[in-house]
């Protein structure tokens, strides 16, 4: 909304320096293109404008006009247009760029208006930053710290109000830290579509609630918690965990579905505590759900696979198994662009068809799309399949029946959820690479243990044809082994050409084979993605449905990029 | 620079025989020898602590018997040589003192990486970590060396409180101004 | 008291008897030498010294358990006993044969002296005369000590060779060095005092008892002590002796701080503790000779012989008290070698073999022929 189709620039002046902004621009936006930071609690870039925390105060002014002439009246001082400045200060949120708009961030007056408001809103903030979890990216604290008074003249009581409310299932609400900016109320509106919230009571007494009768128990009330300029409103799971500043920040990507959420992944010492999204315009804006908010506990869940056999051994054993002949892959829609690559690889040195696994799901039309696969394109991008998947692996369950395979080589994917029967797998031999026990680990002949994707690097191609990356956010588990090393292995023992298992080195590979990913070599790739060719595969029936930023079928080249 | 020379005079004859020296010197030894030795005799005898001594990380509780740690990990975020390890954890909702909220679950100094520099006392917004009189610790194994929780709050004991902070704010709930 | 069924038993046993009196003697002596080093040190450096150890049987008694404890005697027990049970670390490249002999040389030159060392007197009311107490009154006497004693340093020598390794070598290499450039101002140091007690024409001697009969005789220069009539003489013998015992400011051989322990570097546990026997020995013997010649032997005070003191008393009571005069007299010497040591620092080794050869041996040269002349022009008067 801050940014029109057609940019229509207007200059404003922001603490006398001049710049061009597209017309609608608002001061505070506009400031920040100069580098000046205007203080705000209750906007925000992805939400409406409702100005009533009255922290972004500016002071602004026009270009004087003589109302009987229409001339300009000059300045004898300094030679330039006279300016009419408002003698009362005014929202920076809500006022937008217009031409000749002058802007003073950091006048005496603008100084008191800030200090004031800091002021009343810190009257009834209780001291609670030693057990708080938003102190170290708190607003009130950064802002109290930056624009305050330093100290209080309050020696009446606080206002007492509800400590531990149970907003819904992974929101706790405290409301004597709430500032009342209102932009939980906004998102649940405006984004979630879920209005549950709202203030109840006047003055000082107000006090945030849910609806009578109701919950704030969308797949996206945890994106009320991030956007909380302080800590009223807070995560359940994160509750009391960790101090954010311990916690190490690694981009990564929420994996559930093909939207390719941004995201970062807070961890300390090899142990990860939450998930944040990442800003990303042209996918997640500053949102994503709560279902990926979770994932990072698979990282260290009991049933992890894990092996105290030397890699060397496990990948003798699969060659003995790869050398009877007759071999079946069966790669992942969850597996990266690199992994699918050599998935390729192998495929081809074992002289195998591969299959892959479809997972679709009902989408929300706005982070969750209808495939839960988030690599589905990147099979199709790397050439390892040249249709889309289907949900069960009949194609190879008749194979199997018939006698055609006697191994089949899993990557990641369970072959009983996919439709084999027990009596099938009993049939063949199984190596399987995967990071968690099922039914196919368990009938599997080898089990080679790999990394989750908090454990490694890499990159996938959402349903936009976006290729993004994610960093290595905590240590591999001991006893499992990088899955681009397993397959490189397995490639060799296949008898197939050495691969590189290194992605500087794997990309050399791919950029040379692959024109459409010569470009999107890992290093390289920005942090918003890249965006691919989707013409070859316009043809295709993709089963997503419109989600943020994102419109299917025939028209989903041009929709991605908007 | 100016160079200046220094002029040295030539030895008298009776110091290049070094003899009046070596009387002299042991005219010195001599008076040491009978004067009264300064030496503390340390287990037996013990120095006298000065104040604001910078003894070995403690604990405290408040008069009232509650732990005042309430776990917000800025010891653990300012030790310099990074000797302190909070694992935080939340107060049940049944216990007295439920409306402070966090309190640690574990705590730990590892007194084989603690340098004394009080850095933990003088950070925490509790006034709940001290550095108090005790200045010896020793242990067979380096386990024995990490003082957990237990052991901090037996060494810190209970101090004087100015402020009673939770106090208040437990009775502005129980009176205060709700609305 | 008779003494005569002694004289009676053979002359192996009597030897055997001497043998064991010594080292059950010189061994707790020196001992004691050590842990009075040790005091000494800590006095002189402001701390009260080893004051810990303590035996359990001792312990109770109400003031001396306490005082002995903090005097620090027991501290000598619990240091022998750690000699005993130390570990016995011998490094792979030494000799083993000459790495094992060294301290057993040591030990034997330094035993071997003190038995031509009078160390008391007796009236022999028979004879009617004062008999010294020695266990071989040899007419060479002082010729037999400086003979003996000068053997000591083969020890360090073989030591410090055996050791194969550079620090001790250097140490040994300084050491013998050191002892002959010291042993002729030492010998000089003391001709002026045989010349003296040698009257012409008399019977020569070089016993020592004969040097303190002729401090203890009546009239103004018979009964005054060499050290006042010799000044010089005493102190040349004096500096030697601390050269020749290894002492500060000449520890050559150890010096610590540029030869990390000198000669005994390489050794450990009861070896190195025969060294340190030895050197304390060594120390012992020199006090002792020192005493005779320059400090009147067993003669309580200038001018005041032992003779006219005890010759009433019973035969063992002046003994004792002869003994004590004369160790007392030793001790006081010893603890002015300690006194010494901790007050000067060491000389570097070019200074010490300045000192020996271009100050000390021409003062001692110099000294011989004042005497001589002075004596000739006395004696011919």
């Known amino acids: 909304m801050i940014q029109p189709a057609k940019p229509d620039l207007v200059t404003v002046n922001v603490d006398g320096k001049e710049i061009a902004v597209p017309k609608g621009t608002n001061v505070i936006e506009a400031a920040r293109l100069v580098g000046v930071d205007v203080p705000h609690y209750c906007y925000h870039p992805k939400l409406s404008i409702v100005g009533n925390c009255r922290m972004c105060l500016i002071e602004m002014g026009m270009p004087a006009v003589d109302p009987a002439t229409k001339q300009p009246v000059m300045d004898p001082a300094t030679g330039k247009q006279k300016i009419n400045w408002i003698p009362r200060p005014q929202i920076g949120c809500g006022t937008n760029a217009s031409p000749g708009l002058h802007i003073r961030t950091n006048s005496p007056l603008v100084k008191d208006c800030r200090e004031g408001v800091m002021e009343f809103l810190l009257i009834n903030h209780p001291l609670d930053c030693p057990i708080c979890d938003q102190a170290g990216e708190c607003k009130l604290q950064e802002q109290a710290t930056g624009y305050g008074r330093g100290y209080s003249r309050f020696i009446e009581q606080k206002n007492v109000k509800p400590k531990r409310t149970q907003l819904g299932p992974r929101v706790t609400l405290d409301d004597e830290r709430c500032i009342l900016c209102s932009r939980c109320i906004r998102f649940s509106k405006e984004i979630a579509k879920d209005d549950v919230l709202g203030f109840i009571d006047r003055g000082s007494y107000s006090t945030l609630t849910c609806f009578p009768g109701k919950q704030l128990e969308n797949n996206y009330s945890l994106n009320t918690v991030d956007i909380c300029p302080v800590g009223a409103l807070t995560s359940t799971d994160f509750r009391f965990k960790m101090r954010v500043w311990f916690l190490k920040q690694t981009n990564s990507l929420d994996t559930e579905t093909s939207v390719g959420a941004n995201t970062v992944v807070w961890s300390r010492e090899g142990a990860i505590y939450r998930i944040t999204p990442r800003r990303n315009d042209e996918v997640n804006d500053t949102w994503m759900p709560d279902s990926g908010r979770i994932a990072f506990k698979q990282v260290a869940a009991p049933d992890r696979l894990k092996t105290s056999d030397a890699l060397d051994v496990l990948i003798a054993r699969a060659a003995d198994l790869l050398k009877a002949g007759s071999v079946a892959v069966v790669g992942s829609g969850r597996s990266s662009v690199e992994e699918q690559f050599l998935t390729r690889k192998l495929a081809a040195a074992v002289k195998a068809t591969v299959a892959l696994v479809s997972r679709t799901g009902q989408g929300d039309n706005l982070l969750i799309s209808a495939d839960r696969n988030p690599n589905v394109r990147g099979a199709l991008v790397t050439g390892l399949v040249a249709t889309l998947p289907e949900a069960k692996l009949t194609a190879l369950a008749a194979a199997i029946d018939a006698g055609q395979v006697k191994t089949v080589i899993s990557v990641g994917e369970d072959l009983v959820a996919a439709g084999l029967t027990a009596a099938q797998l009993a049939k063949v031999s199984v190596i399987y690479l995967g990071t968690h026990a099922n039914a196919t680990s368990a009938a599997a002949k080898v089990v080679l243990p790999t990394l989750t994707v908090f454990e490694k690097s890499g990159s996938f191609v959402n349903q936009q044809f976006r290729i993004q990356k994610f960093s290595k956010a905590v240590p591999g588990l001991v006893g499992a082994t990088d899955d681009l090393v397993v397959l490189s292995r397995l490639v060799a023992a296949a008898g197939g050409a050495a691969q590189p298992a290194d992605l500087p080195g794997l990309w050399t590979l791919i950029a040379a084979e692959i024109p459409a990913l010569a470009h999107a070599a890992h290093a390289k790739l920005p942090e918003t993605g890249l965006l691919l060719d989707a013409a070859p595969w316009a043809s295709l029936p993709f089963v997503e449905g419109e989600t943020l930023h994102f419109k299917p079928a025939a028209t989903a080249a041009v929709a991605s990029s908007q | 620079m100016a160079v200046i020379p220094l002029e040295r005079k030539p030895l008298t004859f009776a110091e290049r025989t070094y003899l009046p020296q070596i009387a002299f010197g042991l005219k010195t030894t001599l008076r040491h ?4 030795k300064e030496t503390l005799e340390y287990p037996e005898q013990r ?133 | 008291m008779d003494f005569s069924f002694y004289f009676d038993l053979p002359l192996w046993i009597r030897t055997a008897l001497q043998g064991i009196a010594v080292i059950a ?88 002296t003190v038995t031509v060392v009078p160390f008391g007197a007796y009236w022999d009311a028979a004879a009617n005369t004062l008999k010294p107490l020695i266990l071989a009154d040899l007419d060479v006497g002082l010729l037999a000590v400086f003979a003996i004693s000068s053997l000591g340093v083969y020890s360090i020598i073989i030591a410090g060779w055996a050791s194969n390794s550079k620090f001790p070598f250097l140490g040994s290499v300084r050491a013998s060095a050191q002892l002959i450039s010291y042993e002729l101002s030492m010998t000089l140091s003391v001709l002026p005092v045989f010349l003296w007690v040698n009257a012409p024409g008399g019977n020569g001697t070089l016993s020592l008892f004969d040097v303190v009969q002729t401090q203890s005789e009546p009239g103004f220069l018979g009964g005054m002590w060499y050290l006042f009539l010799m000044p010089l003489s005493a102190f040349i013998f004096l500096v030697a002796l601390f050269a020749e015992t290894n002492r500060q400011p000449f520890d050559m051989p150890e010096s610590e701080s540029d030869l990390v322990g000198g000669f005994h570097t390489e050794y450990g546990e009861f070896k190195w503790s025969l060294f340190f026997v030895a050197e304390y020995a060594h120390m012992l013997v020199g006090s002792g000779v020192f005493t005779l010649l320059f400090l009147g032997g067993w003669n309580p005070l200038p001018w005041v012989p032992l003779a006219p003191l005890i010759e009433g008393l019973p035969v063992w009571l002046g003994g004792v008290i002869g003994i004590g005069v004369f160790l007392g007299k030793v001790f006081v010497a010893i603890f002015f070698f300690m006194w010494v040591r901790w007050t000067l620092p060491r000389f570097r080794y070019d200074q010490v073999m300045k000192i020996g050869w271009q100050k000390l041996l021409p003062l001692s040269i110099a000294n011989l022929i004042f005497y001589a002349l002075a004596i000739a022009l006395i004696e011919t008067r």
């Open chain 2, 33 to 36: 020898l009978v004067t009264p």
């Open chain 2, 47 to 179: 120095p006298e602590i000065p104040a604001g001594y910078r003894g070995v990380p403690t604990l405290v509780k408040d008069p009232n018997g509650r732990e005042k740690c309430v776990s917000c990990q800025l010891c653990e975020f300012v030790c310099p040589p990074k000797a302190i390890r909070i694992t935080p954890g939340e107060i049940a909702p049944d216990d007295p003192t439920a409306h402070v909220e966090k309190a640690p679950q574990e705590f730990e100094i590892d007194m084989l990486r603690c340098i004394y520099c009080g850095l933990c006392q003088e950070v925490c917004p509790e006034e709940a970590i001290w550095l108090q009189n005790q200045y010896t610790m020793s242990g067979y194994t380096r386990a024995e060396m990490v003082n957990n929780k237990e052991r901090l709050y037996e060494l810190g004991g209970t101090l004087p409180d100015d402020h009673f902070k939770w106090d208040k704010k437990k009775s502005a709930e129980e009176q205060g101004n709700a609305h």
């Open chain 3, 25 to 112: 003697v010189l061994f707790p002596i020196s001992a004691a030498c050590s842990m009075a080093e040790r005091k000494v040190a800590a006095w002189v450096q402001g701390r009260p010294g080893p004051n810990r150890a303590i035996v359990p049987w001792v312990a109770p008694i109400p003031f001396l358990g306490r005082f002995l404890q903090r005097l620090g005697v027991f501290q000598l027990m619990a240091d022998g006993g750690k000699f005993v049970f130390k570990e016995d670390v011998i490094p792979g490249h030494v000799n083993k044969f000459y790495y094992y002999i060294a301290p057993l040389l040591a030990l034997i030159p330094a035993l071997t």
